[in-house]
């Protein structure tokens, strides 16, 4: 008896994503949650260096700045609930000083150029289709800082827009990174806020966007992530106390998804061996004196010296 509708997945074939692999991952809070499983992990990852990014114009201004290396100045900061922020930033970069705000994003910038340069692998997870624009600048930003709404103007993405933006991003990385692989998907988190049927319209307008620039044999493709959410796991067992995000559960199953399609068999032995260790060093003994938890200790490091000694990147 089948109680699932499951979301057909195939082997990606080339391409695929081991332990020299450089993963960059950009979008919304579902690109922290998968970037995290690559942290744990011990991949080369980096998640989020300007903090979440809901729509794909906050994404694609990020890149025009890291590619072009332009910095911030102190006019685009702006002082509101006591803190000094920037429109074009997540408010976990927001400080209480406006040169340590200027000094977090402007190192970003630099950051965030390293990684487009080297990474092999490229995943950007879209949220919402929804933005607003602020209208002192007349400029779409990335988040409002519960500035006052009447300050913004609120606007939908069409698929035409969401397309050229998401073409802009390919464009502008590959002339740095021509060999970079794109993985794109949709948060499955939906936008209530905005009204359900707006949600709906919302996320329809990514997924056809992002469908208008899929091609496997340029190295762009699309994970199911929202697919697998919203068929495989219709269940708010699967969501977090909110009933909108998904929970550890959930996260853990579309990892185990993620991973069989694009880890090669290889790496999914490797990593196997990294959950063993991280594991171990979890292990709490009951007396740590003990000649059988030293020996244990001494067997644990020889584990993570013969790791080492192939993945030398890998720090435990």
């Known amino acids: 008896m089948k109680l699932q509708t499951q979301i057909p997945l195939k082997k990606q074939v ?5 332990y020299s692999s450089k993963v960059f991952l950009l979008g919304s809070c579902f690109s922290e949650n998968i970037g995290r499983k690559f ?4 991949f080369q990852s980096e998640i989020n260096p300007f903090g979440i990014l809901f729509h794909p114009f906050a994404i694609e201004n990020l890149i025009v700045r890291a590619i072009n290396k332009g910095y911030y100045s102190e006019d685009e900061l702006i002082f509101h609930n006591e803190q000094w922020c920037c429109l074009e930033a997540h408010s976990k970069l927001s400080s209480t000083s406006k040169d340590d705000l200027l000094h977090r994003l402007n190192a970003q910038i630099d950051s965030t150029h390293r990684q ?3 990474s092999t692998h490229i995943i950007i997870t879209l949220g919402t289709s929804w933005v607003y624009r602020y209208i002192t600048s007349d400029k779409v930003v990335a988040n409002c800082h519960k500035l006052p ?4 103007l609120k606007e939908l993405l069409s698929v035409e827009q969401i397309t050229e933006s998401l073409e802009a991003i390919i464009a502008l990385v590959r002339s740095i990174n021509s060999k970079v692989n794109f993985i794109f998907t949709v948060s499955p988190v939906r936008h209530l806020k905005d009204g359900f049927i707006e949600n709906t319209q919302s996320k329809s307008h990514l997924i056809a966007a992002i469908h208008n620039v899929i091609e496997v044999r340029k190295q762009r493709c699309y994970f199911p992530s929202y697919e697998i959410v919203m068929d495989e796991l219709r ?4 969501y977090d106390t909110d009933m ?15 991973k069989m399609i ?3 068999d290889e790496t999914l032995k490797t990593l196997e061996q990294v959950v063993a260790i991280l594991d171990k060093k979890a292990h709490q ?3 740590p004196n003990s000649e059988a938890h030293q020996q244990f200790l001494s067997q644990l490091r020889l584990e993570i010296e013969a790791l080492q000694s192939k993945l030398p990147h890998i720090s435990f």
Do not use: C, G, M, S
């Open 14 to 18: 080339h391409n695929q994503i081991d």
């Open 244 to 258: 909108i995000h998904p929970n550890n559960l959930a996260v853990d199953y579309i990892w185990d998804k993620f």
């Open 116 to 118: 487009i340069k080297n």
């Open 285 to 287: 003994p009951f007396n």
């Open 39 to 42: 942290e744990y992990l011990k």
């Open 149 to 152: 709404q009447k300050q913004f």
């Open 262 to 264: 694009w880890l090669t």
């Open 235 to 238: 269940d708010y067992r699967f």
